[in-house]
């Protein structure tokens, strides 16, 4: 029997990232999966964005262009437009780790409600630095991320009926909480056991990393408890101790 193949919504949103953007667009427009909705929201973008992005216009479902409110108005933009299955938040910069991605993932298992797996860290010259500090769990739902966020944002695909929209107090760290959210929801998970996504390094969360950690503490006292998330946050710190002293100062 064969199934029908779902229809993936990919949200890319860029604000004057013509650097980065090309990147992105491509990785979309080289997919062999057949049923994908693809939307772009940019920012209002005067630095050429937008020249390149019309060069993919083929490609692309939706294109959006105005001002916004922050990173998370312009995804919660994206997610009131997508029509599909399941929607990736695949922002400018980042890119779907081969051709053959979408196919792996949805080949993965029959009706997830979260697909998921493991990115590849990329640095301004497309150079792969190497793994995520966090190894995706072997299992997923909405505790797994009491010990650090072990799912990147770019990796995890969500059934768009389960998808609300992103919490716009926090302005570096809504993705944790959109996450959390979605997984309290999902009765199947599927790890696609497979590199899914290149992260750019060095985005909003890192600039302003402090703010960032203070947003992360605030999320997980949230959903674990005030005492449990203190705990955590220790056995967090020790183990990153460990990891700086076996592999010297790395990334998320």
């Known amino acids: 029997m064969t199934f029908a193949k779902p229809k993936i919504s990919i949200i890319t949103i860029v604000y004057n990232n013509v650097r980065d953007i090309r990147y992105t667009l491509e990785s979309v427009a080289q997919q062999t999966y057949p049923n994908i909705e693809y939307l772009v929201i940019d920012g209002n973008s005067n630095d050429g964005t937008l020249d390149v992005i019309q060069e993919y216009k083929d490609h692309i479902t939706v294109l959006v262009s105005e001002k916004d409110k922050g990173i998370y108005d312009a995804m919660n933009k994206g997610l009131r437009l997508a029509t599909g299955d399941y929607v990736l938040f ?141 705990i955590n946050h220790g056995i967090i710190a020790l183990r990153l101790l460990k990891h700086r002293l076996t592999h010297g100062k790395t990334r998320d």
């Open 90 to 230: 695949l922002n400018s910069g980042d890119e779907l780790y081969a051709p053959d991605t979408l196919e792996k993932v949805f080949n993965s298992g029959e009706d997830a409600d979260i697909y998921y797996g493991e990115t590849k860290l990329v640095n301004e010259d497309r150079e792969i630095l190497g793994d995520r500090r966090h190894k995706c769990p072997d299992t997923f739902d909405w505790k797994s991320f009491k010990y650090g966020m072990n799912v990147c944002h770019q990796a995890i695909y969500v059934k768009r009926e389960i998808a609300e929209p992103y919490d716009m107090q926090y302005k570096l760290s809504s993705d944790i909480d959109w996450v959390i959210r979605a997984a309290k929801k999902a009765k199947k998970t599927v790890n696609v056991k497979d590199y899914v996504a290149k992260y750019l390094v060095g985005g909003m969360s890192q600039q302003r990393h402090k703010q960032s950690l203070k947003e992360r503490y605030e999320i997980f006292k949230k959903y674990y408890g005030t005492i449990p998330n203190l």
